[in-house]
């Protein structure tokens, strides 16, 4: 059996070799990732279509972890937005936003859309939920203004769809 940086690799007589390795390598990683198995159906637990296709459109597209100001006083000046890049709406219900460590989790609510190519906007502090703008109702500063800071947004089954980092 050939050796590769001291582990053991067995390769048969059909294993794909050079280009094709790599070949096969991506085929494997893309069906995996498309839930395709081996006989093609479906490996994944059935999930809402809409929901799954949410996955490739909607992620972070701006934020503000520094308030004007002190944080404390200025909680809507603390805010993370998040936009759908496709042509249609998205369910996002349940999908969570939140801070390094989770320490601040928020949670979108049941049955909540972002229509084709529109932005939501999270903001820390208080006001009136719209389409557009929705308000954590916190009394203190969620983000960090320094380094390891991080926004995530996680579907409902808890996977990461996006990330972002002002540092």
């Known amino acids: 059996m050939p050796e590769h940086k001291g582990a053991l690799v067995h390769q048969s007589p059909a294993a794909p070799r050079g280009r094709s390795l790599v070949r096969f390598a991506r085929a494997f990683l893309l069906a995996g990732a498309l839930g395709i198995g081996a006989s093609g159906l479906s490996v ?13 459109c909607v992620r972070f597209s701006a934020s503000n972890f520094d ?16 936009k759908n890049y496709c042509s249609t709406s998205k369910l996002i219900g349940y ?18 859309r972002v229509g ?3 932005s939501v906007t999270l903001y820390t502090g208080y006001g009136t939920n719209t389409a557009a703008k929705r308000y954590w109702r916190r009394s203190s500063a969620v983000w960090n203004n320094t380094p390891p800071e991080y926004a995530y947004l996680r579907n409902q089954y808890g996977t990461l769809m996006s990330r972002r980092t002002e540092y």
Do not use: C, M, Q
Not at 44 to 56: E, I, K, Q, R, T
Not at 67 to 78: K, P, R, T, V
Not at 95 to 112: A, C, E, M, Q
């Open 44 to 56: 994944l637990p059935a999930a809402d279509p809409s929901s799954v296709s949410a996955a490739s």
């Open 95 to 112: 999908w969570k936003i939140h801070d390094y460590g989770r320490k601040h989790v928020f949670t979108f609510p049941s049955g909540f």
């Open 67 to 82: 308030a004007y100001g002190n944080d404390h006083y200025n909680l809507n000046g603390e805010w993370v937005r998040i």
């Open 116 to 118: 084709a190519y529109a």
